[in-house]
């Protein structure tokens, strides 16, 4: 069975960072691409950041491009998003998510509130 679980969300004060991890397992996670997704309330879910099995490929959405970074340890099946510089537009459910060929899947979503 596959799990995907994110942790690391909260409030944090505009100009603030986090740091959002993502412990996989049930998968050989070396074999599949990683992605954060959002979802703001009333908009759809939108790719934040994504990288490739080995790292060698990472693409970032326009709006965090120089804000946020993408990380994944293979030896302990982990991918992590660094956010700095937040704002209150980056408000939103953050999502993991682990992709290879057809098969899709999700973790539970954290929540991560920037407002002063």
């Known amino acids: 069975q596959v799990q995907l679980v994110e942790s690391g969300g909260g409030l944090v004060q505009p100009g603030g960072s986090l740091r959002l991890s993502c412990a996989a397992s049930g998968l050989i996670f070396s074999n599949y691409v990683m992605s954060w997704y959002r979802q703001a309330p009333g908009k759809e879910r939108e790719l934040v950041a994504d990288?490739?099995?080995?790292?060698?490929?990472?693409n970032f959405a326009d709006s965090v491009k120089g804000r946020f970074t993408i990380y994944r340890d293979n030896a302990r099946n982990t991918v992590d998003l660094q956010m700095n510089f937040l704002k209150p537009e980056d408000t939103a459910v953050y999502y993991c998510?682990?992709?290879?060929?057809?098969?899709?899947?999700w973790g539970q979503g954290t929540q991560v509130t920037v407002s002063s």
């Open positions: 998510n682990a992709k290879r060929g057809n098969s899709r899947y």
């Open positions: 990288i490739s099995s080995t790292a060698r490929s990472i």
